[in-house]
């Protein structure tokens, strides 16, 4: 396409938002047709800017790349290879989240457990320090309801 071709296009786009904008102004209001009129411009503004020749052939490389994936075998081959990489990869990331740990893993481990480490209830005061529970999972409300039962000879 030439740039007359590209002109008489941005020309008609324009005359199509004019339409619009006539139309919002009618009945919508003020305010769409104010935003009818700014997009009526858009089409003139690509054009003088050289971005309408552009998007033409964006969206030619677009239809020529999408006629190509429907009819070319070698297409769909890579297709394939591309979807099975995929899967490898998110496969390779399931196994290691849930899989072994690694040997730089251990080795972190092994370094921690040669420091000493300083536990809270040795540092901190009387006062302050955790009560141990019989079981974690049993908090206090239960660990009551347990003792009644236990007294009537429920549990």
């Known amino acids: 396409m030439n740039d007359v071709s590209w002109g008489a296009l941005a020309l008609s786009l324009s005359v199509v938002g004019g339409i619009y904008t006539w139309w919002a102004l009618r009945h919508r209001g003020v305010v769409a047709a104010v935003r009818g009129a700014g997009l009526t ?3 003139i503004a690509a054009w003088l ?6 998007a033409g052939k ?6 020529h790349w999408l006629a190509t994936l429907v009819f070319n075998p070698a297409t769909w081959l890579g297709m394939i290879i591309g979807f099975v990489a995929i899967v490898l990869i998110g496969g ?10 690694d040997k730089s893993d251990k080795s972190d481990k092994a370094d ?3 420091k000493p480490q300083k536990t809270q209830g040795s540092s901190a005061p009387k006062a302050v320090r955790a009560t141990k529970s019989p079981d974690p999972l049993i908090d ?3 660990a009551e309801i347990q003792a009644i039962l ?3 000879g429920i549990s």
């Open 150 to 152: 236990k007294k009537r």
């Open 92 to 101: 390779a990331n399931a196994i290691a989240r849930r899989g072994k740990p």
């Open 49 to 54: 800017t050289g971005l309408l020749e552009v």
């Open 112 to 114: 921690k457990a040669d």
């Open 41 to 43: 411009l858009l089409p």
């Open 58 to 63: 964006i969206g030619d490389a677009l239809s």
């Open 140 to 142: 206090d409300e239960m």
